[in-house]
Nanobody
Framework: QVQLVESGGGLVQAGGSLRLSCAFS????????MGWFRQAPGKEREFVAA????????YYANSVKGRFTISRDNAKTTVYLQMHSLKPEDTALYYC???????????????????WGQGTQVTVSS
């Protein structure tokens, strides 16, 4: 069974940076494309960023493009989300998700991801 454990969240001032990590275990990491999603209080879960199995393809929500970078290290079975220029509206619970696939691309739909972590809280103060 796949397990995902996020870390790296915290409280940061607007304009600051954080790096989230998601440790993957239980299956062959390189067979899974990965995504980051977030959910703020009272709002639906939304897509943030996705990375392909190899790491060669990435895709971002417009709201984070140019500020966030998703990457993965298949040797360490970990996916990262580097966040810069954080804004109060980035405050949310951040989840990583895994989707087993033979495809080489990314996917932004939460419906395709079979496995989810418990989330890590990011709070950006103004």
């Amino acid at each position: 069974q796949v397990q995902l454990v996020e870390s790296g969240g915290g409280l940061v001032q607007a304009g600051g940076s954080l790096r989230l990590s998601c440790a993957f275990s239980g299956r062959t990491f390189s067979m899974y494309r990965m995504g980051w999603f977030r959910q703020a209080p009272g709002k639906e879960r939304e897509f943030v960023a996705a990375v392909s199995r190899s790491g060669g393809a990435t895709y971002y929500a417009n709201s984070v493009k140019g500020r966030f970078t998703i990457s993965r290290d298949n040797a360490k079975t970990t996916v990262y989300l580097q966040m810069h220029s954080l804004k109060p509206e980035d405050t949310a619970l951040y989840y990583c998700a895994a989707d087993y696939t033979v495809n080489s691309g990314t996917n932004s739909s939460p419906n395709v991801y079979e496995y989810w972590g418990q989330g890590t809280q990011v709070t950006v103060s103004s």
